[in-house]
């Protein structure tokens, strides 16, 4: 994480480039529009909106982990061609800013999280008192992980591509309205599940802070033990293992979640020596191909109900 967040300080901030891709949208008839999304929960959320008009494609391919993205040379040729790039914000899309000084040209560039108070992270927290970073601190961007912020995103992506398609406004605010509503059943569907677990359950234990506004909206407690981070590459020491193991055993937690990409030989270790489960079936940054989470709902009832079965 710490690493993620230097290099996200490292760039600049997008501002300006919004600045300068607004006001000059290029208009035109929707189905002629090249709208990209950087990540495929975007790019689904974006299509409910665009409907049958247009669509969406997502830069990023299925399974990319956001964090962690290394740019590829088509990508400078995708956002080039686009007239619409759609991003979550928040410093999420760390790689997006030399693709769009490499691509050129002019595009609205549509920041979902926008009107959204960002959650300062724990990492920032730190950094800023001891007074080294107060300019970059984005906070967290996992916004998309509460359905109820997705409102907004929804609200942004409509307003946007009635801007970049003016003739589509009316078939965009239909669509919008239809998935705002498709969005609040999704969170009483959640509200449902987190009422079948005891509330003294109710505990989050996960090796990457991406839960905290779905914590906050559903009532968990993110235990303050953040296991160390283990990439699906990087081979962790005896002494992390030990670490991790004893943070697990300290939490109380009945299980604990890492994300889709963890190293599953270490999730198993860590399960034999605490005798807590270990779920490493949620999907956070991505779709899947097919089930179990080939849309954003699908992707949030799936979350929803590993974490439910994990904790009652
Ligand atoms: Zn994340």
Redo the contacts with the bound molecule.
């Keep these: 994480m710490k690493k993620i967040f230097n290099t996200i300080i490292a760039t600049l901030t997008l501002s300006a480039l919004l600045l300068a891709g607004c006001g000059s949208a290029p208009q035109s008839e929707g189905g002629t529009l090249n709208i990209l999304a950087s990540t495929t929960f975007l790019a689904d959320i974006a299509q409910n909106v665009a409907g049958d008009r247009v669509q969406v494609e997502s830069l990023l391919p299925v399974g990319a982990?956001?964090?962690a993205y290394q740019a590829a040379p088509s990508d400078v040729s995708k956002i080039a061609e686009s007239d619409v790039l759609i991003l979550n914000g928040v410093e999420y899309e760390h790689f997006i800013e030399p693709l769009l000084e490499n691509a050129g040209g002019e595009r609205l560039i549509i920041e979902a999280t926008t009107g959204l108070t960002p959650h300062q992270m724990e990492e920032h927290a730190a950094e800023a008192e001891s007074g080294t970073d107060h300019e970059h601190e984005a906070g967290d961007?996992?916004m998309w992980l509460d359905p109820n912020l997705v409102i907004t995103y929804v609200e942004n992506i409509r307003d946007g591509l009635s801007k970049a398609d003016p003739d589509g406004a009316e078939t965009y605010a239909a669509n919008a309205e239809a998935y705002i509503a498709q969005l609040k059943a999704l969170d009483s569907f959640i509200m449902e599940q987190v009422q079948s677990i005891p509330a003294e359950r109710r505990l989050l234990v996960t090796n990457?802070?991406?839960l905290g506004y779905f914590a906050e909206r559903y009532g968990f407690e993110i235990v303050d033990t953040i296991l160390p981070s283990f990439s699906s590459e990087a081979s962790a020491s005896a002494q992390e293992i030990a670490a991790a193991v004893d943070a697990v055993k300290n939490s109380g937690a009945p299980a604990i979640f890492l994300?889709e990409v963890e190293n599953a030989d270490l999730a198993n270790q860590i399960a034999s020596e605490t005798g807590v489960k270990v779920v490493n079936t949620l999907y956070?940054?991505s779709l899947t191909d097919g089930a179990p989470a080939p849309t954003y709902i699908d992707m949030m009832k799936h979350n929803v109900t590993e974490i439910a079965n994990g904790l009652k």
């Design positions: 982990d956001p964090h961007p996992h990457h802070e991406a994300g956070l940054e």
